[in-house]
Every structure is written in structure tokens, then in C-alpha cells.
């Protein structure tokens, strides 16, 4: 069962990143002489697609690798560093983003500091996250466990949930991606970015699946 569920996540999951990029491309109209960071992101998102910027910098907090020579046209830099301290002026980039990565930078006051830096180097801005009022947990692939108190998770991921990797992983693992794991409300994403507008991405009407936080 864990393999045809997360075999159907993955084919689901290709419609909705089509249609997150069309959002993307509709409410930030990102140009070719633009530079664009991507805070938490990788060159493989970008590679995936022709290339919409002049420049594209990925920041992580680990080294990451990219041959320029396999993919012309996209001029990808990555680079080291924290999402919740940039090292870069005010309004240095022309877009801030990141896709699915606020969630997953520690406590409240780690979320605020991270949505304060992309606010602060970029003049546009694109901030993506699951939305905490979904009834399925979008890392787990289960329904309500995001819900339920934090001591319980751990073991609720490890035995009553259909991703795979959750039925090998070792309750280190585990208990790190919980720890790591914050979803946040609409209200919240609202007091994260007061001077952006939220779109919501549903997973069917009336239920959301993602909040977007955009600074046009």
C-alpha cells in the first residue's frame, strides 16, 4: 500500500508544482533580466523548467553541487548560509522565494526571523508552505497526525502512516523530521508577511492545501 499511495502522491504532486509554477509566473512575472534567490531551494527545481530569470542564487545551509556545463542557459550559483540570517543588503534581490522550507526552520521565532530576511533582501516576494489547516500532513502522507499532541507523532509516523521511507527510517530520523516539522495557520502566515498577499492553494474547494505569501 505505501508504495501505490506515494506512486499517486508523486503523480498528483506533478499537476500541482505545474500549476504552483503557472501562480508563480502570474503573480511575480519574473523577467530575464531579474536575480532570484531561492532560500532552502535546489538547482534541480530550476533545471526542471526553461529558464525564467537572468540569474538564480540557491541557498542552503549545506554545500550543494551544479555543473553548469549540462544545463546552458540557467545560470545557477549556489550558496552557503541561514534563511533566518542573510547575508546580503536590503532589496539585493529582485525576487525572494522559497518553496516548502519555512515550515521546516525551527520555532515560531525561527519562522519569523526567515519571512523577515526574505522581505528584507527582496524587492518581490514568493514564500510557499503547507497549510497547517489541511487534514492530511503533506511529509507523512497522513491524515490528523499534525493535529495530535508532538510526543505522539513520532510513533504514529513510524507505524500508522503510508509513506515508505517512514517504515525503514530510525527513530532518530524520525524524531528529527517531527522536531523539524512546524506547519503554520493562516493566521500565522499572515502575521509572518503583514505586508504581502495570501493566496491559497486548495486540496479541494473550501479545504486548503498550501498558503503563499506574495509581495508583487
Known amino acids: 500500500m505505501a508504495f501505490s499511495v506515494y506512486t499517486i502522491y508523486r503523480q498528483v504532486f506533478k499537476v500541482w ?3 504552483r509554477l503557472a501562480l508563480f509566473q502570474r503573480y511575480i512575472s519574473p523577467e530575464p533580466g531579474d536575480i532570484l534567490l531561492d532560500v532552502g531551494g ?13 540569474r538564480i542564487d540557491t541557498l542552503n545551509l549545506h554545500a550543494t553541487s551544479f555543473d553548469p556545463a549540462n544545463f546552458p542557459g540557467h545560470h545557477i550559483r549556489p550558496l552557503e548560509g541561514d534563511g533566518r540570517a542573510l547575508e546580503f543588503p536590503d532589496k539585493s534581490y529582485d525576487i ?3 518553496n516548502s522550507v519555512i515550515e521546516h526552520v525551527g520555532s515560531w521565532e525561527d519562522q519569523k526571523r526567515f519571512a523577515a530576511e526574505l522581505c528584507r533582501v ?9 497549510a497547517l489547516e489541511c487534514p492530511i ?3 507523512f502522507l497522513a491524515p490528523f497526525v499534525h493535529w495530535l499532541p508532538r510526543r505522539w507523532r513520532p510513533f504514529l509516523v513510524k507505524y500508522f502512516t503510508p509513506r515508505g521511507w517512514a517504515a525503514k527510517a530510525g527513530k532518530e530520523e524520525i524524531q528529527e523530521m517531527v522536531d523539524w516539522t512546524r506547519l ?3 493566521r500565522e502566515m499572515t502575521e509572518l508577511f503583514p505586508d504581502c498577499r495570501i ?4 486540496l479541494v474547494p473550501f479545504v486548503p492545501k498550501s498558503y503563499i505569501a506574495v509581495r508583487m
Open 184 to 186: 503554520i495557520s493562516r
Open 137 to 139: 500532513e503533506p511529509h
Open 122 to 130: 527582496g524587492k518581490r516576494v514568493w514564500c510557499q508552505t503547507p
Open 42 to 54: 535546489y538547482p534541480v527545481f530550476w533545471t526542471a523548467h526553461a529558464p525564467m530569470v537572468g
Open 199 to 202: 493566496v491559497v492553494e486548495y
Open 17 to 19: 508544482r505545474k500549476k
Open 96 to 98: 525572494a522565494f522559497s
